[in-house]
């Protein structure tokens, strides 16, 4: 079985991320995708926070964008630490590592997005997400760090990893990131065009609506053609 | 009810200090107790590692021995991360945290004891606890800091006892029935309209497959009006 992927969108300290890789390796998490790092490849501060963890560092891949990242990804769930006004479903760590474990026996590659330190993920990336995680903190004092999200959510992982799962894999295989994204193009380029997103000022929250409502019905390969295939008929000329 | 103690064993490192205090804020702990700490009372060092939570290092209490800590406690837990040779009850975290809530809601005064960095807890401190907790981790990869070996086992105190945790589902009031089928009858009205279920004998599984794609998305009222815009939208001739 494949592991979850961890995916630092736009971290600022390398020292962060070298805590990240040690939370990752106490874990067994292997798989380490940078997006954007303010400071570029994971330097020797990395290196010293790993406590070790050189092997993820190593092979860490660094990517331009969160959609390149995700670009093959068929399962994401983004860490989000405020309350959004997206209607995604939201999972606790442990939920989060039942559905993991699910999700990866049926095959697919699963992604855990994380934001960067202060900023967070921006609206547009976690529309790219079909879940998200909140973890249940201190309501007066809920400042978890980077590599404390990753260790809370990599143990849930391992921890229900290591049990029996009380859910029966299904085996289907979901659309990767890439197909839907252009899927979701074809459909807003041809919306566009209609004069739909008026006003202007509201098209991004438009926009925003109709990818969190496609991406809730987590959409296999065939049905995406089928959808793309909806598009292309209805746009016809009668 | 009360919570759990947080004891810290001979703890070296200032920052170690003000880490735990940060762990023990984020999952709403309050009391720690620091024995024979290497250099003294929390200092600056500790607080600025606290991120804010110096309520706690101002009144953390400073004793000279675990026996002394531990006087007026019914009930302890010590983390261990070699296996040892005492026979004592092991649990894991999420064990641990359901046993911690039933012994406190029975008035009991609870702690958990930490080990230093290194050297970990000696025998005679460990013959004061009643039962042990493991972290369980990848075995080829297990040092886990202080503060993080704080915050799993503060994690699932919290998570337990259900202090606000559970996240309700925004209020969504889903799109009725009756309103799902005139969006599926437009759809499906304008699909046949441009032929797009081709071969005929192939409609009805090509209706469920759309069918089946948008009620797995679970529309509410607004959504589904935005869908009926973007049909009606996109069959607008240009």
Redesign the interface.
Known sequence: MTKPIIVLVRPQMHENIGAVA??M????LEDLYIVAPRDGKPSQKAYAMS???DFILDKAIIFDSVADALSDVNYVFATTARKRDI?K??Y?P?EAGEISIEKLSGGNKLALLFGAERAGLENSEIDLADALI?I??????????LA?SV??IA?EW??LS?QKTKYSPNEIKFATKKDLDYFYQH?ET??E????FYPIEKKES?VQ??RA??S????NEQ?VR??R???K??????
Chains 1, 2 share one sequence.
């Open positions: 040690r939370a390796a106490n874990f067994a406590s070790g963890a209607y479903p939201a606790n442990m909140h249940p903190v201190n309501p007066d004092f809920s400042s978890l760090n404390q260790l809370l143990y391992f921890r290591g459909l041809e919306l065009q209609r004069g739909f438009m609506t109709l409502l496609f809730r019905t987590q959409m049905e089928t959808m295939g909806v598009i008929s209805l746009t016809k000329e009668l």
